[in-house]
């Protein structure tokens, strides 16, 4: 029986310890922030045995040993553990905590580089035991997610294009990242025999797809949507929603969403369609 993956994410306060938390949430991983040190061995136990699981524990922690995290970990059976350190510049983290008004944890009545000095002798042991340390000083978070997925995100979901059908009639969705108007089209309604069907029947997309722009515009479409989407994926986002919209959301907006899903299937996404004003 192959081990469980642990990951013990650690290391200065601001370093990024959160970013890379919620990095491996969206790869699908399990994730616990701050547990008690002497919860760990029963976070373990307790965890689903069909993928890895990460713990995020710092100076914050309560119970927080660096000197006997380690000892703890190894006596954890059926576990492959690791121990991730996220260092970074005193000027950068106190940099960070200027940006976001917050007080360091080790600070108490002095400055954010009293705190700063007062963790990094704290977590020196750590540091010297851990598996893998990443300085992110320079790096922004989708750069650290860069980082993170050579190491960690071989398991990793794949990401997730919506496509979306919608009627302006009621609205545009606030879950739309990118949106095109189909309105320009012509429209099926005011053909009585096509009035009572949607975008999914094939006459109805037999009569949409005969108007001569529409061609050409879902080409334009699907080749803006091959560049953009690698480019949303580099920058972290998991899911992406494309919306089409039309006058009533029955009709264009459903055919053309239908159409670039078919278009748009790779082995590299998953490819998922709704149409908010259709009722089955």
């Known amino acids: 029986m192959s081990k469980k993956r642990l990951l013990i994410v650690t290391g200065l306060s601001g370093a990024g310890r959160s970013t890379v938390l919620h990095t491996l949430e969206d790869w699908d991983w399990e994730i616990v922030d701050k547990l008690p040190v002497d919860l760990l061995s029963d976070f373990v136990g307790h965890a689903r045995s069909d993928g890895p699981f990460a713990v995020g524990i710092d100076s914050r922690t309560r119970e927080f040993d660096p000197n006997e995290l380690s000892k703890r970990v190894a006596e954890i059976e059926g576990v492959d553990p690791e121990l991730l350190f996220l260092d970074c510049s005193d000027d950068e983290i106190v940099r960070r905590y200027d940006a976001t008004r917050r007080r360091h944890p080790l600070a108490g009545d002095a400055d954010a580089e009293a705190g700063i000095e007062r963790e990094r002798k704290l977590l020196a042991p750590l540091r010297e035991v851990s598996d893998s340390i990443i300085d992110t000083t320079e790096c922004s978070p989708a750069e650290l997610r860069e980082r993170l997925e050579t190491s960690y995100g071989a398991d990793k979901k794949p990401p997730v294009v919506q496509f979306l059908s919608f009627g302006f009639s009621d609205g545009v969705p606030r879950s739309a990242d990118l949106v095109f108007d189909m309105r320009f089209l012509k429209n099926p309604y005011w053909e009585p025999n096509l009035r009572s069907l949607t975008g999914r029947d094939r006459d109805v997309r037999s009569y949409v797809e005969a108007d001569p722009a529409y061609g050409e515009t879902l080409d334009r479409i699907e080749a803006l949507l091959e560049g953009l989407i690698p480019r949303y994926w580099a920058a972290g986002k998991n899911t992406l929603?494309?919306?089409?919209?039309?006058?009533?959301?029955?009709?264009?907006?459903?055919?053309?969403?239908?159409?670039?899903?078919?278009?748009?299937?790779?082995?590299?996404?998953?490819?998922?369609?709704?149409?908010?004003?259709?009722?089955?």
Do not use: N, P, Q, Y
Request: hydrophobic share 35%; proline share 0%.
């Open 241 to 280: 929603t494309v919306a089409f919209g039309c006058t009533g959301g029955r009709h264009r907006s459903v055919a053309a969403a239908e159409e670039m899903a078919g278009r748009l299937k790779g082995e590299d996404r998953t490819i998922s369609i709704r149409h908010r004003d259709l009722v089955d």
